[in-house]
């Protein structure tokens, strides 16, 4: 059974930066693509980074790109999202995903994977 947990998040203050953590358990590393997604108050989730399942692609948001960074832990079994130089427009609860059958031009559509944590909040002041 899949199972995804969040931490990390936080109230920071733009221009700070959070990391942020997702610890799964009955998934393959190598066999499950993972990702992250957000979902601020009224709209819809959307889509943040991810690895495929090969892990040895990584994608990102155009809006995140060069401030956000995906990275994992295989021994651990954590997966991480670095998030710099934070906006108030980055507030939002953040996700952690996983799937083991999507493929590459699905990762960036929430209702394509099939597992999720039940996330973290992170609020930014400006």
């Known amino acids: 059974q899949v199972q995804l947990a969040e931490s990390g998040g936080g109230s920071v203050q733009a221009g700070d930066s959070l990391r942020l953590s997702c610890a799964a358990s009955g998934v393959s590393f190598n066999r499950y693509a993972m990702g992250w997604f957000r979902q601020a108050p009224g709209k819809e989730r959307e889509f943040v980074a991810a690895?495929?399942?090969?892990?040895?692609?990584?994608h990102y948001a155009d809006g995140v790109k060069g401030r956000f960074t995906i990275s994992r832990d295989k021994a651990k079994k954590e997966m991480y999202l670095q998030i710099d130089s934070l906006k108030p427009e980055d507030a939002a609860v953040y996700y952690c995903?996983?799937?083991?059958?999507?493929?590459?031009?699905?990762?960036?559509?929430?209702?394509?994977?099939?597992?999720w944590g039940q996330g973290t909040q992170v609020t930014v002041s400006s």
């Open positions: 690895f495929s399942r090969s892990g040895g692609y990584t």
């Open positions: 995903t996983a799937d083991q059958g999507i493929i590459l031009s699905s990762l960036r559509i929430a209702g394509q994977w099939d597992h």
